[in-house]
């Protein structure tokens, strides 16, 4: 499986934009790239996925570099309540690991009042 | 309210008294799957299912069972629990669509076996 990589931790402060970073070198042509977040005592929330494209959601906006390696999460302003941990995450639709979600360590992201 | 549900959230049981832990979606998801976390670990995935009366293993599926018999709804057994499966549990449910990745997940059950 494509491995990604990103900061164990970052911070912010209310009402500012983050930009969370996520590096996969290893990106096959068909690997979609999710992400998803994990508030405090909750279950993993899906917040957006894209494969090329930039997209945006309610939520946030995925930026993708252009050769794929490389994408970012951006939280236009941040809450106190977007602290979380924040996991980049890559799928291939109609690989054998079909669903399976594989969480590595995330980052943290810190919001500061 | 479209929504994952689990029962119980909390658990303390015994090693090797058997025990179930309900896992309930109502948005008609085709796609279920179970994950546990630990602490440095992440999440790891125990088994899933990609529809009714079909299911597979995940990566740490030992001492697990699980069963598909509705579409609703996907179970998670342990028949002879050990202390090593302490855990928080979470369910997550998804379209197939997309590679069913866009998963909702449950509240978690955390689970201790003393």
């Known amino acids: 499986d494509a491995k990604t990589t990103q900061p164990n931790s970052m911070e912010s402060n209310e009402e500012e934009p983050v930009h969370l970073p996520c590096n996969h070198s290893?990106?096959?042509?068909?690997?979609?790239i999710h992400w998803y977040r994990q508030l405090p005592s909750q279950g993993p929330e899906y917040v957006i996925h894209g494969l090329t494209s930039n997209v945006n959601n309610r939520m946030a906006s995925l930026a993708i570099a252009e050769d794929r390696k490389s994408s970012t999460l951006i939280l236009h302003r941040a809450t106190l309540r977007d602290a979380a941990v924040y996991y980049c995450?890559?799928?291939?639709?109609?690989?054998?690991?079909?669903?399976?979600?594989?969480f590595g360590q995330g980052t943290i992201l810190t919001v500061h009042p | 309210e479209a929504q994952v549900t689990q029962n119980p959230r909390y658990l303390i049981t015994v090693t090797g008294k058997k025990l179930t832990v309900t896992c309930s979606q109502n948005?008609?998801?085709?796609?279920m799957s179970w994950y546990r976390q630990d602490p440095g670990l992440g999440l790891r995935q125990i088994y899933y299912?990609?529809?009714?009366?079909?299911?597979d293993k995940g990566d740490v599926p030992e001492g697990y069972k699980v069963s598909r018999k509705e579409k609703r709804n996907f179970p998670l057994i342990l028949e002879s629990p050990s202390p090593n499966q302490t855990s928080l549990y979470f369910c997550?449910?998804?379209?197939?669509?997309?590679?069913?990745?866009?998963?909702?997940f449950g509240p978690g059950t955390r689970l201790t076996v003393t």
């Open positions: 299912s990609m529809n009714v009366e079909v299911t």
């Open positions: 290893t990106i096959s042509g068909t690997d979609y």
């Open positions: 948005m008609n998801h085709e796609y």
């Open positions: 995450i890559l799928g291939d639709a109609g690989g054998t690991s079909y669903g399976k979600l594989t």
């Open positions: 997550a449910s998804s379209y197939t669509g997309t590679g069913a990745y866009e998963q909702y």
